[in-house]
C-alpha cells in the first residue's frame, strides 16, 4: 500500500540550526550535512516503500489512492489472531464465572464495544487525519494533549503486556535457558522494525502474519483438547457484578482499539465503501477476539486441574500453558510457541505505529518535521522494554491492574468525538477543515470536550469495582464505569459545546 509521497523530494531541508545551541560556522556546516545526508537517505527508503516519510498531517486527498479495502480486514484479524486475547479471556475465571458464563460475556461485551472502532474506521478516507488529529477538532489544539497523553500510556501499557507474554513464550519453549528478560528484548527489536518504517510495511506484514498464528493455535487446542474438557466446576449461578466487570474487560481490550482506528485507514481512496470499510473492521476485530477469549476463558478453567498446565503457568505463565498444550507434539511443538511468541507482533508493531504519530502530536509545530514519527519508535522500545521486565515479575496483578483503567478514560473521550462528529458536523466529513488541523485560532478551545469527560468520573468512580477501590454503585450493580463514562460524557458534551460555540464562535 503507498505511503510515499513523491513530493516530499521536493520539500525544502529544514535548517538544522534553529532551536539549537549556537554552533561555530564549521560545526554549524556540519550538522547541515549530516541533516541532509540522512534526509536523503530516508527519502531514498520511503521511494523504494521501506519508511513512512509522513507524519501527522493530515493526508492530500491526491494521496489517498489505496483501493485494497480487503487490507482494512486482514490488518484487523492479524492483530488480533494472537494469545494476546487468550490472556485477558483467562480473567474470566478470576471472577469466578465458568466457561459457559465467561463465553456469553465476551460474545455480547465484544460484539458490541466492536462497533466503535469499525465505525471511526470509515472516517479515514473521508477525513484522512489521524484520529487523535481529528480529536482535535472537539479537544482542541492544546487541550487534546490530555487525552493524547492517556492514549500514549494506554498503547505503551498495552505494548508492554504484548511483550511480557511474547517473552514468556520464548522463555517456555528454551526450557528456561533463555530469560524471560531475554525474550522481552527480542520481541521489542522485532516490533521496532516494522513500525519504524511505517504503513506500508505494516499492512504487507499484517497481510500474512496471522496465518501460523491461526494455524499454531489450532494445533494447541488439537493436543491440548482433552486438557480443557477438565474445567473447574463453579457451583453458585453467576452474578451481576461478577458479570459486569468481566466485562469491564473485556471493553478495555476493544475500545482503545478505537482511539487509533483512523490512523490505519487514511490513506485509502475517499470514494472507498463505507459499509465495507466498517464490516471488515467490525469482523477483523470481533471475530478472533470471541474465538480467542474463549479459548483463554476455557484454559484458565482447567489449568489448575491439569498438572503439566499448573506447572507451565507456575513458570512462565501464559507462555507456560501454551508449551504444556503443545508439549505432545514435541519438537513441532516448541517450535509452534515460537510462532505463537512471533505473532504478537502484528499486534505489538500496529500499537507502536499509533504510539509514534501520538508521540509526534505532543511536540510543537515547529518540531514535527525535525522529529519525524519512525524516530519514536527507538523512544517506545527504550520504554517498553524495562517496564516489560519489571511487570513480568507479577504479570496478571500487573495485566488486571492496567486494564482496570483504560476502558474509563477511553470511552469518555470517545463520546466526546462521536457527538461532536454526529450531533454538530451531522456526520459531515467535510466539515473538517484541513487546513485548521495544527492552527488554534481556527479550531475549538476544547474546554467543552475536556469538561464533559472530566465531569463524567462523578459517576465514574462511585461505579468503579477493582482490586484497589470498591465504589458504592458497584457494589450493587457491579463495574459499570465504562457505560457510564461513555453516557455520561456524550450527554454533558451537548450542552457544554453550544455554549462553547455560542462564546468562541467555532
Known amino acids: 500500500m503507498l505511503a510515499y509521497n513523491e513530493d516530499v523530494e521536493k520539500q525544502p531541508i529544514p535548517d538544522a540550526g534553529s532551536n539549537m545551541p549556537e554552533m561555530g560556522e564549521g560545526e554549524e ?56 486475547p487468550i490472556t485477558f479471556g483467562m480473567l474470566g475465571p478470576v471472577y469466578g464465572l465458568g466457561l459457559r458464563d465467561s463465553s456469553l460475556v465476551i460474545l455480547f461485551f465484544t460484539l ?17 487525519m489521524r484520529q487523535m488529529i481529528q480529536a482535535r477538532y472537539s479537544f482542541g489544539r ?30 517456555a519453549v528454551a526450557g528456561g535457558s533463555l530469560s524471560v528478560d531475554v525474550g522481552i528484548v527480542i520481541i521489542a527489536l522485532l516490533a521496532l522494525v516494522i513500525s519504524f518504517c511505517g504503513f506500508t510495511v505494516l499492512h504487507v506484514y499484517e497481510r500474512f502474519a496471522w496465518i501460523p498464528a491461526l494455524v499454531a493455535i489450532v494445533v494447541a487446542v488439537g493436543t491440548g483438547g482433552s486438557g480443557l474438557r477438565q474445567q473447574t466446576v463453579v457451583e453458585e449461578p453467576a452474578a451481576a457484578p461478577a458479570v459486569l466487570s468481566f466485562g469491564m474487560i473485556v471493553a478495555s481490550y476493544m475500545i482503545p482499539w478505537a482511539c487509533l482506528a483512523s490512523d ?92 509514534t504519530l501520538n508521540f509526534q502530536m505532543l511536540l510543537p509545530q515547529n518540531m514535527v518535521a525535525r522529529v519525524p514519527r519512525y524516530a519514536f519508535a527507538l523512544v ?91 465504589g458504592p454503585i458497584a457494589s450493587t450493580t457491579g463495574d459499570i464505569g465504562f457505560e457510564l463514562a461513555f453516557a455520561v460524557s456524550a450527554a454533558l458534551y451537548v450542552p457544554l459545546r453550544f455554549l462553547e460555540k455560542k462564546f468562541v464562535g467555532r
Open 29 to 84: 556546516v556540519s550538522a547541515n550535512r549530516r541533516w541532509a545526508a540522512s534526509r536523503a537517505f530516508l527519502i531514498k527508503a520511503a521511494a523504494f516503500g521501506r519508511v513512512e516519510f509522513r507524519g501527522i498531517a493530515p493526508i492530500p486527498i491526491k494521496e489517498r489512492t489505496v483501493e485494497s479495502t480487503v487490507d482494512v480486514f486482514t490488518l484487523w484479524w492479524s492483530m488480533n489472531t494472537n494469545i494476546l
Open 112 to 128: 458490541l464495544t466492536a462497533l466503535l472502532p469499525a465505525y471511526l474506521s470509515t472516517l479515514g478516507p473521508k477525513i484522512g
Open 142 to 171: 492544546y487541550l487534546v494533549s490530555v487525552p493524547v497523553l492517556l492514549n500514549l500510556a494506554t498503547l505503551t501499557g498495552f505494548s508492554v503486556i504484548i511483550a511480557v507474554v511474547g517473552g514468556q513464550c520464548l522463555s
Open 264 to 355: 490505519f485507514t487514511t490513506y485509502l481512496s475517499p470514494m472507498t465503501s463505507s459499509a465495507k470499510i466498517f464490516w471488515y473492521s467490525y469482523l477483523g476485530t470481533s471475530i478472533p477476539t470471541i474465538l480467542l477469549m474463549v479459548l483463554g476463558a476455557a484454559i484458565g478453567g482447567a489449568v489448575e486441574n491439569v498438572p503439566e498446565w499448573a506447572d507451565g503457568y507456575a513458570s512462565t505463565s501464559v507462555g507456560g500453558v501454551l508449551a504444556a498444550m503443545l508439549a505432545p507434539a514435541v519438537g513441532f511443538g516448541k517450535f509452534l510457541v515460537v510462532l505463537l511468541s512471533l505473532s504478537l507482533l502484528g499486534n505489538l508493531a500496529a500499537t507502536a505505529y499509533s504510539v
Open 380 to 470: 517506545l522500545t527504550a520504554i517498553v522494554v524495562p517496564v516489560s521486565i519489571r511487570a513480568a515479575a507479577d504479570f496478571f496483578v500487573s495485566l488486571e491492574n492496567f486494564v482496570a483503567l483504560i476502558g474509563y478514560w477511553s470511552s469518555a473521550f470517545l463520546g466526546v468525538v462521536l457527538v461532536e462528529h454526529l450531533l454538530f458536523r451531522r456526520g459531515d466529513c467535510a466539515s473538517y477543515d484541513a487546513d485548521a488541523w495544527d492552527k488554534a485560532r481556527l479550531l475549538p478551545w476544547g474546554a467543552a470536550a475536556l469538561a464533559a469527560a472530566a465531569l463524567s468520573f462523578a459517576l465514574v468512580i462511585p461505579a468503579m469495582d477493582q482490586t484497589w477501590y470498591h
